[in-house]
């Protein structure tokens, strides 16, 4: 019998720089459970917010779309710079290639709502190993992301509990989401949702003011960008506080105040961790407090 060969992927950084000795440690650990390739981009000297030159991050990242041998593309981290690539990627040659799966977030999240725009690949917001967050409390947010890239079909669940309503109704839709402040500076694109009529929101975000915060959902409200929305999860708002006057509890209580659909709440994904895995353009289902989705089994 023909040994099943390991699941291949390749690790790109097409956002902020990072540390690489903390990325190879890294990467040491995943080569126990996968094929992985790497290769690192030279520094920009002139610009020091991103990993590369605007023309190496998108050469690094098409080879990986166009690839037809792996399986996998593994953000570093996350950052700045991922909105620079998008108008660059060839998109009408990508139609006819092989989808792979993409998982990051922060940044990343640009480059997932693309994905799901322009080709329909779903995509994963999940922890990056060129941060300090993997591993950095609990493991079983990387055992969870590990089975999802060796192609797991089984259900991933999260708890969440609701803040607006007392006995949500089950509620079942499509999953769009991830970094709030990157995806609102999508609206208006061809990289953002034409409609998310059915779909079930997940929020998260770093750093960021509460009035800043309120401001980009007043922007997809009155944008009429959340029309048929069924749902919204909100996770962690890092540091998205004012000290002894908002604090992240105020910050997301005033958010669902201001919905009529459900408002749930996790402290389970986000610039956190633990971060555990959620789906961009895949079914989800939340009943009795838990959330939880599955990926659809690998086709060879």
Partial sequence: MLQKSKTHIRIISPAGRFDSNLLLSRIAELEKEFHVSYHKLESDPSWPFTAGTIEARVTQL????????????????????????LPHLPWKELKFVKPKLLIGFSDISALHSALYCQLDWPCVHGPMPGTGLWQKNDPCDIEALIAVMKGSSQPISIRINCLNQALPLPSDGWSYGGCLSVLT????????????????????????????????????????????????VLGRFADCVVPDICDEAMLKNEIAKRFTIPVWSSELFGHCAPNWPLPVGLPIQIDNGTLRWNLPPRTQ
């Fill in 62 to 85: 098409k080879d990986a779309l166009l690839a037809p041998d792996i399986d996998v593309i593994l953000c570093a981290r996350g950052g700045y710079g991922v909105s620079d690539l």
């Fill in 185 to 232: 500076n999508l609206l208006g694109t061809s990289y953002f949702p034409k409609t998310l009529f059915g779909s079930i929101l997940f929020w998260e975000d770093v750093g960021e003011h509460p009035g800043r915060i309120l401001r980009f959902i007043n922007q997809w409200t009155q944008s009429r960008a959340l029309s048929g929305v069924k749902g919204i």
